[in-house]
């Protein structure tokens, strides 16, 4: 068992090196796409139209501004490449840690951030079969990096057995949606700060960020956070109802205003209001994406500084 | 909101006035009501009102609360008596129940309902409509598409219509064009979310006050009978009576706690909490083991282990070896290895009331400075240390006391801190005398106590039923694309000519996609079709000649 802990740590280790580089990679990427001359990506875009369309069938025209970003770079196609053999490492990590502890690997705060991590990780990577989201690979590895980097070091802690608090079968199913939530939250947090980025770009204050006009147009982040974050909005109520109901069975009553409660209350309704915000005259676009980014902010304000320095029941850092 | 549109329509922008000077109406008492509920139930008021309802949600998370925290409240009053104060009047100490809090769910919930109603009699309406009437230009409509078939109109048409029904469309024909609509559960959905959250706040709001808890410390051997005045505290919901309370009773038979220890923090490291318990219930008995996240139900009311401890038996003899006090005393464990603090109370017997007040230390251990402390929280070393006081413990006055505290300040100190004379210090069975020949006190034995809530909460199927039913709304509301997708035939010199387009009700990111598929599948049927008439006309030509 002491075996395996070690082992777990060291492929935490190498995943953060290999993300590291991948992040690095990905950087490269944003910095070419910027030096690369942006009217290349849009002829891409009217020839592969043209070829689409029929002699029969009239497509209606798509607006160029909106277009879906063109092929990958070298580096991106690298740096991805690196991103999915790093996330095998890191899963690789996680599984050990729960194997070596003989439990779920998301009992405190150094394995829950280690496996949250490993599905946001996982929840980016399988969404590019859905849609190019290589765009975001800096955002997402450097996030990634920097929590990993966090936990091991700061939050590290042996493995310990479960106390009789967390013996029950919704810790396995509680915690783990949340951190599909929190994965979910984390890429339309991602879309939403490219979504701002790109609106102020298109607005011409901000004249740097080149590689912007290689990215779907605000529009388009705008629609795809929505769809992400509904998503890890419908994973949070999740949480917050299997919550109520391991918190009946543990303390007796499934809403008490704990600390933790009280933020998983507030991030609900941060997103609630979100979602209001996409169909309300002049809080659609920007405001909006601010409330999506506020609401992942308080996800992460939710597992720091309430876990650490909040007092409530919820106290299973393992810190002490 | 608007009522006539579905819930994430995105609103157009409002047309410029023309003229700034613009003659505003004259509102006279209704209107104004009439813009007040207006402004109350608009989006934009809803949205509002649930930021502030996360902003004001916050206070409560920052200091402690009485519902979930009091003694930390007492605490805080006592570190910060100004601040608290001016906080306790703000009721941020209630947060949760304070008027500020409840007037933003509550405008929130009007704004609701306010919404929510002119809404559902839209919908009902709609979902008993046909879909309206196709659009004179579908050109200028989402992801409008062209075909060509061979055939007429009609069969066009009515191959049309099976490819939508099949779809899921319900289908109206208007001249030479077919009207699809589509997702209607969507909004049900929508509707059914809005109102399960209603169904949250009114059963909380009222099954709520028909609910109690109350909580009880049981020692090993010690039963305890399901009425008022047995429990140590109790909070009764606003409509509890008291005959509601079912006579049973538990008895605690034994109390198994597992412990490892951590070698490298030398922390211990809690594994399991077992209360076996003997209960009765309509004078049958049973026994059951309570865990912490295996409650016991019993006669509609749950009974959860909180807390547990040690009950040191101490007796107290008088100066002629009579014992005049023999009782568990449940200690109070004030940290993980179970040191724990207790008071003991001796008001009859001696010729001064004796009151004590010590530690007990399951596995005792002495510090350099020579005070105990527990290293592990089993009984390997088990010492009581008590100081001892006489004097007028005040019993008889009429105000409760707790019994887990000792006023000493007008009482006398007889052993420990100044007196000279040495703290009493008891080993399991030891016995010591007190000074002046006033008696002796004995650790007689050891059992343990558990400390257990006794619950009944008559919202708790109510509140399930509308979260379950909520959640459903939810993912039919957000994932249920509502659409709306047409095709107008004309006649053409070698054929049909179809136009396809469609309009999103709601989010809906694959519109131009589903037209596409319509388009093809739609084409596809004709196709066949057009070529089985070919192969029966081929057959007929074939049988006649």
Redesign the interface.
Known sequence: MENMVALSLVAVYSAMGVYTISFILFTFDLAKRSAAEPTSAAVVEVTSARQAGGI?????ATTTADSPPTGATRYQRAAFALALLGWVLHVGATVLRGVAAGRVPWVNMFEFGLTATAIGMGVFLVAQVWKDLRFLGAYITGMTVLALGIVTVNFYV?V??????L??VWLVIHVFVASLATGFFAIGAGLSIMQLLSARRAAHKAEGLRFLDTLPGATTLE?LA??VN?VG??FW??TL?AG???A???????W????KE??T??IW??F??Y??????????GERSAWLAIVGFSAVIFNYTI?NLF???LHSYSGL? | ?EPLRP????????PEPRSTTIAQPRLDAVGWLRFFWRQLTS??T??LL??L??VA??P???V??R???PN?VVQYERNNPELFAVLDTLQVFD??SSVWFSSIYLLLFVSLIGCVIPRTQHHWRALRAAPPATPARLNRL???????AAGEVAAALEAGERVLRRQGFRVARYGDSISAERGYLRETGNLVFHFALLGVLLTVGVAGGFGY?GQRVIVQGQSFTNQLTSFDSFSPGRFFDETRLDPFSIRLDDFVPVY?L?T??G?P?????TASVTVVENGVERTEDI?????IDIAGT?T?L?GNGFAPWITVYDSEGTAIFSQPVPFLPQDSNLTSLGVVKVPDGLDEQLGMIGFFYPSAVPLESGALTSVFPQPDQPVLTLNAFVGDLKLNEGVPRSVYSLKTDELTQITGGDTGVESLVLGLGDAVELPDGLGSVEFTSLPRFVSL?V?H?PT?VG??IS??L??LG??TS?FVPRRRLWIAAETTGDGVRLQYAGLARG?D?RL?RAVAELADSHEATLRDASSERTVASTQLSASRS
Request: zero cysteines; charged letters at 20%.
């Open positions: 029969s069938t009239a497509v209606r042996d310990i057995p479960l106390p009789p608090a013996q029950s629609s929505y769809r509904v909005f419908v109520t999740f109802i109520a109901i391991w009946e069975r543990a303390w007796g009553r499934y008490g205003w704990d600390t009280v933020w209350f507030i309704t941060l609630a209001a979602i209001h915000a996409r169909a309300t005259r002049g809080w659609r309430v909040f007092t409530g002490l | 909101m819930s994430d329509h995105h609103d157009t922008e409002a989006m934009r809803a949205l649930l930021l309802l996360a949600a916050i409560g998370s920052l402690p609360q519902s979930a925290d930390g947060t949760y989402v992801g409008y598409t062209e075909r060509h808890n490892d951590d490298t923090t922390f490291i809690a594994l399991d909490f865990k912490v996240n295996e409650p749950t959860y909180l809530e619950h909460d708790q509140v399930l979260v379950v909520a959640f939810l993912l957000l989010d990111p131009e």
